[in-house]
């Protein structure tokens, strides 16, 4: 369904330094510097994903949005979707997509939702009938009923997205790009994006292309992760696998009847002891779980123990690390 190879993408940046004689310098000699956005990325996408696009601020995921959006025309490579090529069939192909800017808006400011949903409608020359369905179905599921009277400068921050979310999708499109859609939102706004568009993978088939710093949002939602770094992309695959390569390690918390002595268990870290509770960390690669929980049943009087596997922010962390981003 979408399919990019070797795409580049290059910006002219200018450049000087502070000072008031620089600046008076930069009105009659400019200096530039090229910064390589996009570095040979290339990657397929299946009808049906959920795909994560992460990386740091600046590793290229936006202009990558941009790009596959038909925003942005790349300096090189290919990009197919749906058989077309976003920036040259971009009228055609817009009809298919959706996309949500988190920073951005597509609502107009001073008028009331409805009145943008109904010209957006215009605007994608939406049947009556389809509109009418599309619309009912993204109220009821988002809950916007109380909303599509009140001008947009009148609404919260979770509730303008949730109307975004709502106007990228009046006309029935196959994919939706969203680029940071949860940022700022609380938590459940958040709870309520998410839920929708596992609702709208599910149910329609959407294709969905998700990019976020919030790494809840891709452990709620992607079943695959693609990581960029510096204009190039670092890694592909699920959330699986990244916790397979670096997520070994397990903690376990262990509450019991009250035990005077630490438990030395071979091949477990005892982080933190007290009379109640004792935390370890072990390497699954070299101890099971259930050996470490075993042996300590043998020595004190178990309440309730407790295992959790490392946040998926420190498994990113880890990826990072290895490609030094």
Same mark, same amino acid.
């Given at each position: ?11 002219? @940046? ?10 008076? &310098? ?42 596959? *959006? ?13 058989? =077309?090529? +976003?920036? /040259? ?14 920073? #951005? ?14 010209? $957006?409608?215009?605007?994608? /020359?939406?049947?009556?009938?389809? =509109? ?18 009140? +001008?947009? %400068? ?14 990228? $999708?009046?006309?029935? +499109? /196959? ?18 994006? %998410?839920?929708?568009? &596992?609702?709208?993978?599910?149910? &329609? ?18 079943? %695959? ?9 670092? =890694? ?5 696998? $990244? #916790?397979? #390569?670096?997520?070994?390690? %397990? ?11 630490? @438990? ?9 002891? *007290?009379?109640?509770?004792?935390? =370890? ?18 020595? @004190? ?8 596997? /490392? ?9 990072? &690390?290895?490609?030094?981003?």
């Amino acid at each position: 369904m979408i399919a990019l190879q070797g795409i580049g993408k290059s910006f002219k @940046v200018a450049k000087r330094s502070a000072g008031l004689r620089q600046a008076v &310098k930069a009105l009659f000699v400019r200096e530039h510097t090229i910064v390589e956005a996009l570095h040979q990325i290339s990657f397929t996408i299946r009808e049906g994903e959920i795909v994560g696009y992460i990386g740091p601020n600046g590793a290229g995921k936006s202009t990558t949005i941009k790009v596959m *959006s038909g925003i942005l025309v790349p300096d090189q490579g290919s990009c197919s979707i749906m058989g =077309y090529t +976003p920036w /040259k069939e971009r009228t055609e192909y817009v009809k298919h997509i959706g996309v949500v800017f988190g920073q #951005r808006s597509q609502l107009w400011w001073d008028v009331p939702v409805l009145d943008s949903f109904e010209l $957006l409608r215009d605007i994608y /020359k939406v049947p009556a009938a389809e =509109y009418k369905a599309n619309l009912e179905l993204l109220t009821g599921t988002l809950d916007l009923q109380s909303l599509l009277q009140t +001008p947009v %400068r009148q609404l919260s921050l979770g509730q303008r997205m949730r109307c975004e979310i709502a106007a990228s $999708l009046l006309h029935g +499109p /196959k994919i939706l790009f969203l680029d940071e859609p949860t940022i700022g939102l609380d938590a459940v706004s958040k709870i309520a994006v %998410r839920q929708f568009i &596992k609702t709208i993978n599910q149910e &329609k088939g959407v294709t969905v292309i998700l990019t976020t710093h919030d790494m809840s949002d891709i452990e709620a939602l992607a079943d %695959r992760i693609l990581m960029i770094g510096k204009g190039s992309l670092l =890694y592909d695959g699920s959330l699986t696998e $990244l #916790r397979g #390569r670096f997520g070994t390690q %397990r903690t376990i918390t262990a509450d019991y009847v009250g035990h005077a002595q630490p @438990v030395d268990i071979p091949g477990a870290e005892l982080l933190s002891w *007290s009379r109640e509770r004792a935390v =370890y960390r072990v390497d699954t690669d070299r101890v099971q779980v259930a050996h470490v929980i075993s042996r300590l049943s043998e020595q @004190v009087e178990l309440v309730d123990v407790a295992v959790e596997m /490392k946040p998926v922010e420190e498994l990113i962390l880890e990826l990072y &690390k290895e490609h030094q981003i």
